[in-house]
């Protein structure tokens, strides 16, 4: 279990194995806080062949990109478990975390790092194809579907600017209507000036010969030939977990899904708990999430600083206290898990 690795708790539990969380929790460990990462093992980038837009890493495999992180931060000191969180309650001294094989671990304060799930239209193929040849961003994947044939899948306003947006990589590019409402009539004109096909119909399915895209199919039986499709999907938070400490998803800014609000430090409404990577911003690549990360840990460094300096202060002040027994028994104890 957790616990028997540090009976006494960690200073940060970090909830979440993917860029965000592994790039805290690296932070994190190098100033010297004991941290665990609690990993469910379901990264959103795993269908992708590699992470792009990445500096000096572009294209590396996201399974290689994870190993090395949590490589890295063992090296610190830091521990990884895999493990699915179910449920976080406030303890009188930080946080209780359980997951779902029964484990239980505290710590003074939380990284929430767990991403988000896209929820994809019903229409058959899509989901199979799903970071294949059928993508949605196309910073990350607008090069390597490049001069094809693209196909966008129209399911809100959103859809109109995902179009304008992949025509930059492709001269071919196809609105399908599906179930947006009607383009309005600059809508219309921006995308006739850019040479963007609109066909309208619903899309019944996506067509796959020798598992490669070769089209999509309309309601009423025509196949549009495509090579690639994109989608935006609905993005929500997975923070189920987080309902019994107050902290529930909202509706994101963009319209296109939910994520938990933080300020500009990371810090949540809930006292003690920090958010960062695709949990509050749905648009964050990996990079940018794994800056998030980094940066919502030294600022939970500080926040742990300033609550050891009060509480040496306290002991400073009346050394002979049975409060401040107490607090130099935890304040050496932290010291001595890390050698000083």
Not at 39 to 61: K, T, Y
Not at 113 to 127: K, Q, S, W
Not at 141 to 163: C, F, N, T
Not at 172 to 196: C, K, N, W, Y
Request: one cysteine or more.
């Amino acid at each position: 279990m957790v616990t028997e690795q540090r009976k006494d708790g960690y200073d940060v539990v970090v909830i979440g194995g993917g860029a965000a969380g592994l790039g805290g929790a690296l932070m994190l460990a190098r100033a010297r806080r004991s941290v665990v990462v609690l990993d469910a093992g379901e990264p959103r980038n795993a269908p992708a062949s590699g992470v792009h837009g990445l500096f000096a890493l572009d294209g590396i495999p996201p399974s290689e990109l994870l190993a090395r992180g949590r490589a890295q931060l063992r090296e610190y000191g830091g521990d990884v478990v895999h493990g699915q969180v179910e449920g976080a309650t406030r303890v009188a001294d930080g946080f209780e975390v359980r997951t779902t094989d029964g484990r239980v671990v505290r710590a003074r304060r939380l990284l929430v790092t767990t991403g988000l799930v896209d929820e994809l239209p019903d229409i058959p193929g899509l989901r199979e194809r799903w970071g294949r040849d059928v993508v949605h961003c196309p910073y990350c994947h607008g090069w390597e579907v490049r001069d094809q044939a693209i196909g966008v899948l129209g399911v809100g306003p959103m859809s109109v600017h995902q179009a304008l947006l992949f025509r930059q990589w492709s001269s071919d590019v196809t609105l399908f209507t599906h179930v947006m409402p009607s383009l309005t009539v600059a809508d219309a004109e921006q995308l006739a000036a850019r040479g963007i096909r609109v066909v309208d119909g619903e899309v019944a399915s996506l067509e796959v010969v020798d598992d490669r895209l070769t089209g999509v199919r309309l309601s009423d039986g025509t196949v549009v030939a495509r090579e690639a499709v994109t989608v935006m999907s609905w993005m929500r938070a997975r923070t189920d977990f987080l309902a019994a400490l107050g902290l529930r998803p909202v509706a994101h800014p963009s319209g296109l899904g939910e994520h938990i609000p933080v300020d500009a430090t990371g810090r949540t409404e809930a006292p003690g708990i920090w958010a960062a990577g695709n949990v509050t911003d749905l648009s964050a690549q990996v990079g940018g999430a794994a800056a998030a990360g980094a940066f919502a840990a030294a600022q939970i460094n500080a926040d742990l600083v300033a609550e050891d300096t009060r509480q040496a202060v306290a002991v400073w002040r009346d050394p002979f206290s049975a409060e401040s027994e107490s607090l130099v028994s935890e304040l050496v104890g932290n010291d001595r898990r890390h050698g000083l």
